[in-house]
């Protein structure tokens, strides 16, 4: 058969676009690289890799530095490294407790950040969306930067397509079309993404925290309520619709109390830190302070707080014994304050694995906090808005043609 000429053309532009893609996005993950390393990773030409770090180069994304000597065999090999501020993403957060708001550069250096505390309460979607907007106009002051996506984190059931909230039990939302609201408050001509805080959570460590290199892995988010985000082969579950994850209202207790999204007995109901506030005979809604509280009496010696800690402990070894078994996980990440717990508690998930998990999976799982702590979704959210530039930088060139890729009117 033969090919036409335009039709040659068009591959040799999708190849192009692929070379480029796979440079940013090796340099985006693992830092700086010699020109050599280059080569060796995407299987190119030494004049091809020189020819496409050239074109990043112009367009401001990469810089290459002096080649140094290393003492080994052969010609010096320049060093290439991303241009933080060459693309930017803006990351908004909605926590119970907190908002916050970030500007973070190609290569995940975070240049500018804030967080606002909130008084726990049911909030209304106006003030939410005023005071992300007001969180990003004070960052986008900071800089000239070149915004290419934004990227949203919500405590809540998030649509990734177009940042549908369908429930935010715990910040009484129901339905809020939270991608369209902040695409109006914000008005930039680029794309929002949204995601569930304990999806961004699981993307954030497998970009750049504990779960680097590690395929299968359960993320578990938990302050007042309980998320999940699962690692499955490399790849973010969303479910049809990007609902999946809901770990917090796996039904563990039929006899149990009733929970925010209408059921009885959900997991969050026994492991949500309202339960060991209470326990521990602390107000519920004290937060993060409040749990700090609790480990210190826990640490002293106090045998409410040890007792209340202890519940938690095995109820979360109940419910990670049947994700093992479900998932066969390598590895569990605990987020908020339950990744605190841990040092208290690793007997008690140790014995309740062994009761309810099957040997074969449960011999091969290691349950860690998350290593990025409280900022563990926004580096998820960043990823997630970067994910475009990412995949063909090209159409970010000359001015950002972000605009092509718009999602959200
Ligand atoms: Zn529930």
């Given at each position: 058969m033969r090919v036409g000429r335009a039709e040659v053309g068009q591959r040799s532009e999708t190849v192009h676009r692929a070379n480029?893609?796979?440079?940013v996005r090796r340099l985006h993950e693992r830092g700086p690289q010699s020109r050599s390393d280059l080569v060796a990773a995407t299987g190119l030409t030494r004049s091809a890799i020189r020819g496409l770090v050239g074109e990043l180069a112009a367009e401001g994304l990469v810089t290459e530095a002096e080649a140094v000597h290393l003492g080994t065999p052969g010609r010096p090999s320049p060093l290439v490294r991303l241009n933080a501020t060459g693309a930017v993403v803006l990351t908004l957060e909605i926590l119970v407790d907190s908002i916050a708001a970030a500007i973070v550069g190609l290569g995940g250096e975070t240049l500018a950040h804030v967080r606002l505390d909130r008084p726990r309460m049911e909030l209304s979607v106006d003030d939410v969306v005023a005071d992300l907007a007001a969180l990003a106009a004070d960052l986008r002051g900071r800089g000239d930067w070149r915004i290419v996506g934004i990227g949203v984190a919500v405590a809540g059931i998030v649509r990734q397509?177009?940042?549908m909230v369908s429930m935010a039990p715990n910040l009484g939302w129901i339905d809020v079309p939270l991608g369209a609201r902040l695409a109006r408050a914000l008005s930039m001509a680029v794309p929002i993404s949204s995601m569930n805080d304990a999806d961004a959570g699981a993307l954030g460590e497998h970009r750049r925290g504990a779960a680097v290199g590690v395929d299968n892995v359960v993320f578990i988010s938990g302050e007042v309520?309980?998320?999940?985000?699962?690692?499955?082969?490399g790849r973010l579950m969303t479910g049809a619709a990007g609902y999946?994850?809901?770990i917090g209202h796996l039904t563990v207790n039929p006899d149990g109390a009733p929970c925010r999204c209408g059921s009885v007995g959900c997991w969050e109901t026994e492991i949500g830190e309202r339960v060991l506030l209470a326990r521990a005979r602390h107000a519920v809604d004290e937060g993060r302070e409040g749990i700090e509280a609790v480990l210190r009496e826990a640490q002293a010696g106090s045998e409410t707080a040890l007792a209340a800690i202890d519940h938690v402990g095995r109820w979360l070894g109940i419910g990670i014994a049947g994700l093992v078994n479900v998932l066969n996980p390598r590895l569990i990440i605990l987020g908020g304050p339950n990744g605190r717990l841990l040092p208290f508690i690793g007997a008690r998930l140790d014995a309740e694995l062994e009761r309810f998990a099957l040997r074969a999976s449960r011999e091969l799982v290691r349950v860690v906090p998350a290593s990025l702590g409280i900022e563990a979704p926004m580096v998820g959210a960043a990823e997630l808005a970067f994910d475009p530039l990412l995949n063909d930088p090209?159409?970010?060139f000359r001015g950002g043609s972000a605009s092509v890729h718009l999602a959200t009117a």
């Open positions: 480029l893609s796979a440079i397509a177009d940042g309520g309980v998320g999940g985000g699962l690692i499955l082969d999946a994850g809901e090209a159409a970010f």
